[in-house]
Protein backbone atom coordinates (compact mmCIF):
# COMPACT_ATOMS: atom_id res chain seq x y z
CA UNK A 1 0.00 0.00 0.00
CA UNK A 2 3.17 2.38 1.13
CA UNK A 3 4.75 1.76 -2.44
CA UNK A 4 1.09 2.09 -4.04
CA UNK A 5 0.69 5.72 -2.35
CA UNK A 6 4.55 6.84 -3.06
CA UNK A 7 3.80 6.20 -7.01
CA UNK A 8 0.95 7.70 -6.80
CA UNK A 9 2.52 10.59 -5.19
CA UNK A 10 5.26 10.83 -7.86
CA UNK A 11 2.53 10.59 -10.39
CA UNK A 12 0.25 13.72 -8.63
CA UNK A 13 3.64 15.69 -8.69
CA UNK A 14 5.54 14.67 -11.83
CA UNK A 15 2.96 13.66 -14.59
CA UNK A 16 2.46 16.39 -15.98
CA UNK A 17 6.57 17.26 -15.96
CA UNK A 18 7.52 14.05 -17.82
CA UNK A 19 4.33 14.24 -20.08
CA UNK A 20 6.02 17.34 -21.45
CA UNK A 21 9.74 16.03 -21.07
CA UNK A 22 8.35 13.34 -23.35
CA UNK A 23 6.74 14.95 -25.92
CA UNK A 24 9.36 18.00 -25.99
CA UNK A 25 12.10 14.86 -26.86
CA UNK A 26 10.35 13.59 -29.32
CA UNK A 27 10.32 16.85 -31.27
CA UNK A 28 13.90 17.80 -30.63
CA UNK A 29 14.46 14.26 -32.41
CA UNK A 30 13.31 15.40 -35.05
CA UNK A 31 15.37 18.39 -35.75
CA UNK A 32 18.16 17.00 -35.45
CA UNK A 33 19.19 19.24 -38.81
CA UNK A 34 18.36 22.89 -37.55
CA UNK A 35 20.99 24.74 -35.84
CA UNK A 36 22.83 22.01 -33.54
CA UNK A 37 24.33 24.68 -30.85
CA UNK A 38 20.54 25.51 -30.30
CA UNK A 39 19.40 21.76 -30.01
CA UNK A 40 21.94 21.00 -27.57
CA UNK A 41 21.10 23.41 -24.95
CA UNK A 42 17.64 22.72 -25.08
CA UNK A 43 18.14 18.75 -24.75
CA UNK A 44 20.86 20.32 -21.33
CA UNK A 45 17.38 21.46 -20.11
CA UNK A 46 15.43 18.39 -21.08
CA UNK A 47 18.09 16.97 -18.80
CA UNK A 48 18.06 18.86 -15.76
CA UNK A 49 14.32 19.21 -15.65
CA UNK A 50 14.50 15.12 -15.46
CA UNK A 51 17.20 15.58 -13.18
CA UNK A 52 15.26 17.58 -11.29
CA UNK A 53 12.31 15.13 -10.94
CA UNK A 54 14.11 12.23 -10.08
CA UNK A 55 16.45 14.42 -7.57
CA UNK A 56 13.00 15.63 -5.94
CA UNK A 57 11.39 12.14 -5.60
CA UNK A 58 14.23 10.75 -3.59
CA UNK A 59 14.67 13.68 -1.77
CA UNK A 60 10.66 13.44 -0.69
CA UNK A 61 11.20 10.07 -0.05
CA UNK A 62 14.73 10.48 2.27
CA UNK A 63 12.56 12.93 3.90
CA UNK A 64 10.93 10.79 5.78
CA UNK A 65 13.66 8.52 7.30
CA UNK A 66 16.15 10.91 9.44
CA UNK A 67 18.45 7.65 9.01
CA UNK A 68 19.04 8.79 5.26
CA UNK A 69 20.17 12.56 6.65
CA UNK A 70 23.39 11.99 4.03
CA UNK A 71 20.95 11.08 1.46
CA UNK A 72 19.15 13.68 1.52
CA UNK A 73 21.33 16.15 1.73
CA UNK A 74 22.95 14.63 -1.32
CA UNK A 75 19.64 15.01 -3.47
CA UNK A 76 18.78 18.43 -2.11
CA UNK A 77 22.05 19.86 -3.28
CA UNK A 78 21.64 17.90 -6.58
CA UNK A 79 18.61 20.02 -7.03
CA UNK A 80 19.77 22.89 -5.98
CA UNK A 81 22.82 22.72 -8.39
CA UNK A 82 20.63 21.87 -11.40
CA UNK A 83 17.85 24.48 -10.93
CA UNK A 84 20.28 27.64 -12.11
CA UNK A 85 22.10 25.31 -14.81
CA UNK A 86 17.72 24.46 -16.31
CA UNK A 87 17.89 28.17 -17.04
CA UNK A 88 21.38 28.43 -18.08
CA UNK A 89 20.86 26.12 -20.58
CA UNK A 90 17.77 28.27 -21.98
CA UNK A 91 19.57 31.32 -21.78
CA UNK A 92 22.48 29.65 -23.93
CA UNK A 93 19.81 28.83 -26.71
CA UNK A 94 20.09 32.12 -27.79
CA UNK A 95 23.45 33.40 -26.11
CA UNK A 96 25.77 31.08 -27.75
CA UNK A 97 24.70 32.97 -31.09
CA UNK A 98 25.98 36.60 -30.09
CA UNK A 99 28.12 35.95 -27.12
CA UNK A 100 31.93 35.14 -27.43
CA UNK A 101 32.13 34.70 -23.78
CA UNK A 102 30.30 31.66 -23.03
CA UNK A 103 32.32 29.87 -20.22
CA UNK A 104 31.94 33.36 -18.44
CA UNK A 105 28.24 32.81 -18.37
CA UNK A 106 28.38 29.78 -16.41
CA UNK A 107 30.39 31.30 -13.38
CA UNK A 108 27.15 32.08 -11.36
CA UNK A 109 26.01 28.45 -11.72
CA UNK A 110 29.54 27.10 -10.81
CA UNK A 111 29.33 29.55 -7.63
CA UNK A 112 25.92 28.51 -6.60
CA UNK A 113 27.32 24.85 -7.04
CA UNK A 114 30.34 25.69 -4.69
CA UNK A 115 28.20 27.01 -1.99
CA UNK A 116 25.44 24.41 -2.50
CA UNK A 117 28.13 22.00 -1.66
CA UNK A 118 28.85 23.19 1.70
CA UNK A 119 26.02 21.56 3.02
CA UNK A 120 27.52 18.61 3.52
CA UNK A 121 29.98 19.92 6.27
CA UNK A 122 28.15 23.18 6.90
CA UNK A 123 25.26 25.34 7.53
CA UNK A 124 25.75 28.16 5.59
CA UNK A 125 23.69 27.47 2.73
CA UNK A 126 21.14 24.94 4.12
CA UNK A 127 21.10 22.07 6.96
CA UNK A 128 18.51 19.90 8.93
CA UNK A 129 17.82 20.86 12.64
CA UNK A 130 17.67 18.19 15.64
CA UNK A 131 13.92 17.73 13.94
CA UNK A 132 14.77 17.09 10.53
CA UNK A 133 13.36 19.82 9.73
CA UNK A 134 15.52 22.31 6.72
CA UNK A 135 16.85 24.91 7.79
CA UNK A 136 18.10 27.98 5.28
CA UNK A 137 21.33 28.97 6.20
CA UNK A 138 22.75 33.02 4.90
CA UNK A 139 24.12 31.96 1.37
CA UNK A 140 20.70 29.40 0.77
CA UNK A 141 19.82 32.46 -1.57
CA UNK A 142 22.40 31.71 -4.06
CA UNK A 143 20.34 29.39 -6.29
CA UNK A 144 17.45 31.81 -6.28
CA UNK A 145 19.69 34.70 -7.30
CA UNK A 146 21.44 32.38 -9.98
CA UNK A 147 18.51 31.22 -11.30
CA UNK A 148 16.59 34.72 -11.65
CA UNK A 149 19.71 36.30 -12.97
CA UNK A 150 19.76 33.54 -15.66
CA UNK A 151 16.39 34.14 -16.57
CA UNK A 152 17.09 38.27 -16.86
CA UNK A 153 19.72 37.13 -19.23
CA UNK A 154 17.32 35.13 -21.42
CA UNK A 155 15.24 38.31 -21.82
CA UNK A 156 18.37 40.07 -22.46
CA UNK A 157 19.91 38.60 -24.75
CA UNK A 158 16.25 37.60 -26.93
CA UNK A 159 15.74 41.46 -27.07
CA UNK A 160 19.32 41.83 -28.41
CA UNK A 161 18.69 39.46 -31.06
CA UNK A 162 15.53 39.73 -31.84
CA UNK A 163 14.27 43.12 -30.16
CA UNK A 164 14.15 44.61 -33.98
CA UNK A 165 10.49 44.02 -35.18
CA UNK A 166 8.18 41.80 -34.45
CA UNK A 167 8.29 42.72 -30.44
CA UNK A 168 4.77 41.59 -29.86
CA UNK A 169 5.49 38.54 -30.34
CA UNK A 170 8.25 38.40 -27.53
CA UNK A 171 5.31 39.21 -24.68
CA UNK A 172 4.93 35.62 -24.22
CA UNK A 173 8.47 35.55 -22.78
CA UNK A 174 7.78 37.93 -20.22
CA UNK A 175 5.27 35.49 -19.02
CA UNK A 176 6.87 32.36 -18.57
CA UNK A 177 9.98 34.27 -17.31
CA UNK A 178 7.53 35.92 -14.53
CA UNK A 179 5.66 32.55 -14.07
CA UNK A 180 8.85 30.43 -14.12
CA UNK A 181 9.96 32.92 -11.26
CA UNK A 182 6.79 33.27 -9.14
CA UNK A 183 7.20 28.91 -9.57
CA UNK A 184 10.17 28.83 -7.37
CA UNK A 185 8.99 31.19 -4.91
CA UNK A 186 5.64 29.30 -4.31
CA UNK A 187 8.05 25.99 -3.61
CA UNK A 188 10.71 27.50 -1.74
CA UNK A 189 7.74 29.47 0.13
CA UNK A 190 4.99 26.68 0.53
CA UNK A 191 6.73 23.48 -0.95
CA UNK A 192 5.76 21.61 -3.93
CA UNK A 193 6.94 20.96 -7.70
CA UNK A 194 5.80 23.75 -10.00
CA UNK A 195 8.85 24.84 -10.92
CA UNK A 196 9.57 22.00 -12.79
CA UNK A 197 6.51 21.77 -15.45
CA UNK A 198 7.35 26.09 -15.45
CA UNK A 199 10.22 25.11 -16.92
CA UNK A 200 9.49 23.14 -19.05
CA UNK A 201 6.34 24.83 -20.77
CA UNK A 202 8.74 28.24 -20.67
CA UNK A 203 10.72 25.84 -22.64
CA UNK A 204 8.32 25.33 -25.02
CA UNK A 205 7.66 28.49 -25.50
CA UNK A 206 10.67 29.81 -25.99
CA UNK A 207 11.51 26.87 -28.79
CA UNK A 208 8.42 27.98 -30.85
CA UNK A 209 9.30 31.63 -30.67
CA UNK A 210 12.40 30.43 -31.77
CA UNK A 211 11.79 28.52 -34.76
CA UNK A 212 9.09 31.81 -35.74
CA UNK A 213 12.19 34.14 -35.60
CA UNK A 214 14.22 31.55 -37.72
CA UNK A 215 11.26 31.07 -40.40
CA UNK A 216 10.48 35.06 -40.13
CA UNK A 217 14.41 36.54 -40.71
CA UNK A 218 16.95 36.31 -43.68
CA UNK A 219 19.83 33.90 -42.35
CA UNK A 220 22.22 36.03 -44.79
CA UNK A 221 21.59 39.65 -42.95
CA UNK A 222 19.08 38.84 -39.56
CA UNK A 223 16.44 41.09 -41.06
CA UNK A 224 13.02 40.18 -40.98
CA UNK A 225 12.00 38.46 -44.52
CA UNK A 226 9.32 39.59 -47.32
CA UNK A 227 6.91 37.60 -45.78
CA UNK A 228 7.34 38.90 -42.49
CA UNK A 229 7.03 42.61 -44.47
CA UNK A 230 3.41 41.75 -46.09
CA UNK A 231 2.42 40.35 -42.49
CA UNK A 232 3.51 43.07 -40.71
CA UNK A 233 1.63 45.51 -43.38
CA UNK A 234 -1.76 44.24 -41.96
CA UNK A 235 -0.58 44.22 -38.72
CA UNK A 236 0.56 47.95 -38.67
CA UNK A 237 -1.83 49.24 -41.33
CA UNK A 238 -3.14 51.87 -39.14
CA UNK A 239 0.04 53.27 -37.78
CA UNK A 240 2.44 53.00 -40.55
CA UNK A 241 3.77 56.74 -41.74
CA UNK A 242 6.24 56.10 -44.37
CA UNK A 243 8.09 53.32 -46.70
CA UNK A 244 11.46 53.00 -47.08
CA UNK A 245 13.39 51.07 -50.41
CA UNK A 246 17.12 50.72 -50.66
CA UNK A 247 19.27 48.62 -53.24
CA UNK A 248 22.47 47.54 -53.03
CA UNK A 249 24.69 49.04 -55.75
CA UNK A 250 27.04 47.10 -57.49
CA UNK A 251 26.11 43.67 -56.39
CA UNK A 252 25.70 41.31 -59.62
CA UNK A 253 29.50 43.01 -60.47
CA UNK A 254 30.65 41.96 -56.68
CA UNK A 255 29.25 38.70 -57.01
CA UNK A 256 31.04 37.78 -60.75
CA UNK A 257 34.54 39.85 -59.21
CA UNK A 258 35.08 38.37 -55.91
CA UNK A 259 32.80 35.19 -55.18
CA UNK A 260 28.90 35.20 -54.29
CA UNK A 261 30.55 34.51 -50.57
CA UNK A 262 31.94 38.68 -50.92
CA UNK A 263 28.18 39.71 -52.08
CA UNK A 264 26.59 37.81 -49.00
CA UNK A 265 29.34 39.70 -46.78
CA UNK A 266 28.01 42.68 -48.25
CA UNK A 267 24.68 42.11 -47.81
CA UNK A 268 25.09 41.26 -44.52
CA UNK A 269 26.72 44.09 -43.72
CA UNK A 270 23.80 46.29 -45.25
CA UNK A 271 21.87 44.80 -42.77
CA UNK A 272 24.04 45.15 -39.78
CA UNK A 273 24.07 48.90 -41.12
CA UNK A 274 20.18 48.62 -40.91
CA UNK A 275 19.84 46.79 -38.03
CA UNK A 276 21.72 49.79 -36.17
CA UNK A 277 19.10 52.18 -36.80
CA UNK A 278 16.63 50.11 -36.03
CA UNK A 279 13.89 50.51 -33.22
CA UNK A 280 10.18 49.58 -32.21
CA UNK A 281 9.37 52.58 -34.60
CA UNK A 282 11.71 51.40 -37.42
CA UNK A 283 11.60 47.78 -39.04
CA UNK A 284 13.62 46.83 -41.44
CA UNK A 285 13.59 44.02 -43.90
CA UNK A 286 15.19 42.04 -47.24
CA UNK A 287 12.90 41.98 -49.77
CA UNK A 288 14.52 39.31 -51.72
CA UNK A 289 18.43 39.66 -53.33
CA UNK A 290 19.79 42.84 -53.22
CA UNK A 291 16.48 44.54 -52.34
CA UNK A 292 15.70 46.05 -48.54
CA UNK A 293 12.84 48.19 -47.21
CA UNK A 294 12.12 49.97 -44.09
CA UNK A 295 8.44 50.20 -42.19
CA UNK A 296 8.10 53.72 -40.06
CA UNK A 297 5.64 53.73 -37.47
CA UNK A 298 4.28 57.16 -36.37
CA UNK A 299 7.77 59.03 -37.60
CA UNK A 300 7.49 62.59 -39.39
CA UNK A 301 9.05 62.65 -42.43
CA UNK A 302 12.60 64.57 -40.56
CA UNK A 303 12.85 61.66 -38.92
CA UNK A 304 12.44 59.49 -41.72
CA UNK A 305 15.12 61.38 -43.37
CA UNK A 306 17.75 61.33 -40.77
CA UNK A 307 17.75 57.30 -40.72
CA UNK A 308 18.18 57.13 -44.18
CA UNK A 309 21.07 58.99 -44.27
CA UNK A 310 22.14 57.67 -41.30
CA UNK A 311 21.75 54.50 -43.08
CA UNK A 312 23.29 55.12 -46.53
CA UNK A 313 26.42 56.85 -44.45
CA UNK A 314 26.72 53.49 -42.32
CA UNK A 315 26.54 51.69 -45.51
CA UNK A 316 29.55 53.78 -47.35
CA UNK A 317 31.52 53.61 -44.30
CA UNK A 318 31.34 49.44 -44.24
CA UNK A 319 32.67 50.25 -48.32
CA UNK A 320 29.45 49.18 -50.25
CA UNK A 321 26.76 51.76 -51.64
CA UNK A 322 22.36 51.48 -51.37
CA UNK A 323 20.46 53.43 -53.49
CA UNK A 324 17.07 54.71 -51.41
CA UNK A 325 14.24 56.58 -51.14
CA UNK A 326 11.07 56.78 -49.54
CA UNK A 327 7.35 57.79 -49.51
CA UNK A 328 4.89 59.21 -46.61
CA UNK A 329 1.56 58.93 -45.98
CA UNK A 330 -0.47 61.71 -47.15
CA UNK A 331 -3.65 60.82 -47.03
CA UNK A 332 -4.80 56.91 -46.88
CA UNK A 333 -2.48 55.62 -49.16
CA UNK A 334 -1.62 51.70 -48.40
CA UNK A 335 1.69 50.11 -47.69
CA UNK A 336 1.96 48.84 -51.07
CA UNK A 337 1.19 52.13 -52.51
CA UNK A 338 4.11 53.78 -50.27
CA UNK A 339 6.02 50.72 -51.24
CA UNK A 340 5.56 51.34 -54.79
CA UNK A 341 6.71 54.72 -55.15
CA UNK A 342 9.40 54.65 -52.81
CA UNK A 343 10.44 51.94 -55.24
CA UNK A 344 10.51 54.73 -58.00
CA UNK A 345 12.92 57.26 -55.86
CA UNK A 346 14.73 54.46 -55.13
CA UNK A 347 15.43 54.07 -59.34
CA UNK A 348 15.65 57.55 -59.65
CA UNK A 349 18.51 57.42 -56.99
CA UNK A 350 20.10 54.30 -58.68
CA UNK A 351 20.28 56.27 -61.81
CA UNK A 352 22.32 58.96 -60.18
CA UNK A 353 24.60 56.63 -59.12
CA UNK A 354 25.24 54.71 -62.07
CA UNK A 355 25.63 58.40 -63.95
CA UNK A 356 27.94 59.73 -62.17
CA UNK A 357 31.93 59.08 -63.41
CA UNK A 358 33.45 55.88 -61.92
CA UNK A 359 30.64 53.64 -61.62
CA UNK A 360 29.98 51.30 -64.74
CA UNK A 361 26.43 51.60 -66.21
CA UNK A 362 24.46 48.65 -66.89
CA UNK A 363 20.88 48.41 -68.26
CA UNK A 364 20.05 45.67 -66.15
CA UNK A 365 19.42 46.40 -62.88
CA UNK A 366 22.04 44.89 -60.40
Known amino acids: ?187 AIAGGSHLNPAILISVVFYYMFIRTQDTNRDSVTNLLNRQSFYEDSELYQPRVTAVASLDMNGLKRLNDTRGHDAGDQALAAIGQCMLASASRSVIPYRMGGDEFAIVFLRQEEDTVRAVMETIQSAVREAGYSVAAGYACRTDRESINELYKLSDQKMYADKAVYYNTPGHNRRRRRD
Open 1 to 187: MGEKNMLTSFLDDHFLTIFLMAGFSMKLAMRKQTRDTQIRYLWLTVLCVGVLVVADSLEVFAAENPSLRFWRILFSVIGYIVRPVAALSVMLVVASQISRRKLLLWLPAILNALIMCTAFFSPVAFSYNADYEFIRGPLGYSVFIAGFFYIAMVLWYTNKRFGKGHVWESRVLYLCAISTALSAVVD
